[in-house]
């Protein structure tokens, strides 16, 4: 068996299309949705991000504003600017950029941003709100993990068997707990899991988020079973791979995900997606 792609740039295409449309639904009620970026440094990686988070929100008729400050900025400084940006109606979402420098908290510069306009989704809040099943905003990897399977007609998720490598708290855990919301049988496995073939190969549906190559191979997966890569890495000729070996695991999965063209792509888009989410509340 070949799997089939999940292809995340058409499906982010999607995406955006339906944020696009639902800008247009407040903007005709006079609400501009507006998001808020910040980023106190100059990591190379981070502008490249945040450069894109702004065009992709404006190509969708989203406002997007971008301040930068030093990587020397005091975090009380920082502190008072997001405060200022919690009580201004303008503004929908608040984004902080990550990694901050090294003098900040960055747990305590994440919870200053008031939880309605969190939507990175970051907040203890919204992973309390997820992990009891309220609403709040969901972070914007595992969310479009979640609408990649649901592309591919996987709802309800009741009588299959998911396996999460990986349990970081922006990934992992959270995919954990939307798989779980639709029923499946989770697993989260990682780095120090025993014998991590013998699970993943009992999986329907394997999510691997580790951040190094070749964590999930042909071997360990059963045939049929879907793939999702969260992974970010380069291989040895500097070319962008994910956790999975693609090659291997293609000729025994149903459904892959690529990388680049997968959950990247994706990610962005669901960003977007809590940001139209953030101001329709705001408007309700
Ligand atoms: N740095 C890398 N990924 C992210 C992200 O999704 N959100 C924020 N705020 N910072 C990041």
Same mark, same amino acid.
């Given at each position: 068996?070949?799997?089939?792609?999940?292809?995340?740039?058409?499906?982010?295409?999607?995406?955006?299309?339906?944020?696009?449309?639902?800008?247009?639904?407040?903007?005709?009620?006079?609400?501009?949705?507006?998001?808020?970026?910040?980023?106190?440094?100059?990591?190379?990686?981070?502008?490249?991000?945040?450069?894109?988070?702004?065009?992709?929100?404006?190509?969708?008729?989203?406002?997007?504003?971008?301040?930068?400050?030093?990587?020397?900025?005091?975090?009380?400084?920082?502190?008072?600017?997001?405060?200022?940006?919690?009580?201004?109606?303008?503004?929908?979402?608040?984004?902080?950029?990550?990694?901050?420098?090294?003098?900040?908290?960055?747990?305590?510069?994440?919870?200053?941003?008031?939880?309605?306009?969190?939507?990175?989704?970051?907040?203890?809040?919204?992973?309390?709100?997820?992990?009891?099943?309220?609403?709040?905003?969901?972070?914007?990897?595992?969310?479009?993990?979640?609408?990649?399977?649901?592309?591919?007609?996987?709802?309800?998720?009741?009588?299959?068997?998911?396996?999460?490598?990986?349990?970081?708290?922006?990934?992992?855990?959270?995919?954990?707990?939307?798989?779980?919301?639709?029923?499946?049988?989770?697993?989260?496995?990682?780095?120090?899991?025993?014998?991590?073939?013998?699970?993943?190969?009992?999986?329907?549906?394997? /999510?691997?988020?580790? !951040?190094? @190559?070749? *964590?999930?191979?042909?071997?360990?997966?059963? #045939? %049929?079973? +879907?793939?999702?890569?969260?992974?970010?890495?380069?291989?040895?000729?500097?070319?962008?791979?994910?956790? /999975?070996?693609?090659? !291997?695991? @293609?000729? *025994?999965?149903?459904?892959?995900?690529?990388? #680049? %063209?997968? +959950?990247?792509?994706?990610?962005?888009?669901?960003?977007?997606?809590?940001?139209?989410?953030?101001?329709?509340?705001?408007?309700?």
């Amino acid at each position: 068996m070949t799997a089939q792609l999940i292809d995340g740039n058409a499906l982010a295409a999607t995406v955006r299309a339906e944020v696009a449309h639902r800008v247009q639904a407040l903007q005709a009620r006079d609400v501009q949705p507006h998001l808020s970026i910040i980023l106190v440094g100059d990591n190379p990686a981070s502008q490249v991000y945040v450069r894109s988070k702004v065009a992709d929100s404006q190509q969708t008729g989203l406002s997007a504003t971008l301040e930068r400050y030093p990587a020397e900025l005091p975090q009380a400084e920082l502190l008072a600017r997001i405060a200022a940006l919690n009580a201004d109606p303008a503004v929908h979402g608040i984004l902080v950029q990550l990694p901050l420098p090294p003098h900040m908290d960055a747990h305590a510069v994440i919870e200053a941003i008031a939880p309605a306009k969190d939507v990175d989704g970051f907040h203890v809040a919204s992973a309390g709100a997820l992990m009891v099943g309220q609403p709040g905003f969901r972070p914007c990897t595992p969310y479009g993990c979640m609408r990649m399977l649901q592309s591919i007609g996987l709802h309800d998720l009741r009588g299959r068997h998911a396996v999460v490598i990986g349990r970081s708290n922006i990934v992992g855990k959270p995919m954990a707990m939307m798989l779980l919301a639709q029923n499946a049988t989770v697993t989260v496995c990682h780095s120090g899991t025993s014998d991590l073939a013998a699970l993943t190969r009992q999986a329907d549906i394997v /999510v691997a988020a580790v !951040g190094k @190559r070749n *964590v999930l191979t042909a071997d360990m997966v059963k #045939p %049929g079973a +879907v793939v999702i890569d969260v992974g970010m890495n380069r291989d040895d000729a500097g070319k962008l791979c994910g956790d /999975v070996d693609f090659a !291997g695991v @293609r000729q *025994v999965a149903s459904w892959i995900t690529p990388v #680049p %063209g997968g +959950v990247g792509p994706m990610t962005r888009a669901m960003l977007l997606v809590n940001t139209i989410e953030a101001a329709e509340r705001a408007a309700a």
